[in-house]
């Protein structure tokens, strides 16, 4: 089964002595939606770029405990026993 739109799609073959890299898509690098709302995103990330956590710190931390696949509950204890000294709980 075919459809009107599976001929839309057709790539044409590269013309020889032009390289593949000029060759455009039309359509391509327009945005599908809206994107202000990324824009925004994006802005906060750059201005806090360790949001959610409150520093690099708590960041690396949060790291380490997922890549050393520490269980919640442990996490959980190293916060209520304040292991870390800080005082700081950041998530």
Known sequence: M???????GISQPPVHGRPSSQDTTPGAG?????VDDYRELNQTIADDSWNPFSSEVNFNLACWF??????????????????????????
């Open 2 to 8: 075919r459809h009107n739109s599976d001929e839309e």
């Open 30 to 34: 327009i945005p599908l939606g809206n």
């Open 66 to 91: 997922v890549r050393n696949k520490v269980a919640k509950s442990q996490i959980h204890v190293y916060f209520l026993q304040d292991l870390s000294g800080t005082g700081s709980r950041s998530f």
